[in-house]
């Protein structure tokens, strides 16, 4: 599933193709998303200028003068930016064509993403109830610590939780623990002032360096420009069952925390 790291590229990636350009059309070829596409959304977008692209959460919202498109990628979806001419693949359910010739096309095999016209001049209720952002002052040492201090859950659903936190998905943070030392099953409230403020600074660390890598194109995801993230040739717990341990090189062990499986070393991670 595409986490902030995807996200963020994509945000990135199709910003300087739409900022300050209006929409032409938008074709949408399957309407059937995780909820279904607004009919009228190309009447809503046609002539409407793009003043910024940003990101909330794993949502991308395109921002119009009054009202956003918000975009969520589901399981395995994918934006890109294309020329006029490129040929329309199965998947490719949703086209916001604009007025420099460019496409913004989504496209997404299972059709768990959504695009939503938020026309309600404040904050949707999708968005309302999420976490702070990761990579955000906001989430610091102290903000977690207190989170964590009485709560019995087992860290790494915590930190997934996008209640406490938004966009810490499975790959990250399994490569956060690793990376500090924390055991994924160990409780939120029995780890030290030192160890939660290591695993924020962790926690950002590997986002930061996900986003620079163009994250991880571990089945579907894609950037803008068509191109696959590289950060999954770093990971060193994350899909790496049963294989050496790059610190000990003892066996990584897997278990099962929130329905997600969990690689984790259980000799340098306590």
Not at 14 to 28: A, F, L, R, W
Not at 49 to 74: D, N
Not at 137 to 161: H, S, V, W
């Amino acid at each position: 599933m595409p986490e902030v790291p995807e996200v963020e590229t994509s945000c990135r990636g199709i910003e300087p193709h739409c900022v300050n350009t209006s929409i032409v059309k938008v074709d949408v070829r399957q309407p059937k998303l995780r909820w279904p596409v607004d009919s009228q959304l190309s009447k809503k977008l046609r002539k409407k200028t793009v003043t910024a692209v940003t990101r909330r959460g794993k949502y991308l919202q395109l921002q119009f003068e009054s009202f956003e498109l918000m975009i969520h990628l589901g399981m395995s979806g994918s934006l890109r930016i294309v020329n006029e001419n490129v040929e329309v693949c199965k998947h490719d359910h949703v086209d916001i064509v604009l007025s420099n010739k460019k496409i913004i096309r989504y496209n997404d095999p299972r059709r768990f993403g959504s695009i939503i016209l938020n026309e309600q001049g404040r904050e949707h209720p999708l968005l309302a109830k999420l976490g702070v952002e990761p990579l955000d002052d906001e989430f610091d040492g102290e903000y977690l610590l207190q989170t964590c201090k009485n709560r019995k859950t087992a860290i790494k659903p915590l930190i997934m939780n996008s209640h406490v936190v938004v966009g810490v998905g499975n790959i990250y943070a399994q490569e956060a623990l690793f990376q500090c030392g924390i055991d994924p099953r160990r409780e939120a409230n029995r780890i030290s002032r030192a160890r939660i403020y290591n695993l924020v600074d962790a926690i950002k660390q590997i986002l930061t360096e996900a986003i620079k890598a163009g994250g991880s194109s571990l089945k579907d995801f894609t950037a803008a420009d068509g191109k696959p993230g590289y950060f999954q040739h770093t990971h060193r717990v994350y899909g790496r069952i049963g294989e050496p341990c790059v610190k000990c090189q003892r066996a990584l062990r897997q278990v099962v925390l929130g329905q997600r499986s969990t690689v984790y070393c259980g000799y340098c991670q306590k």
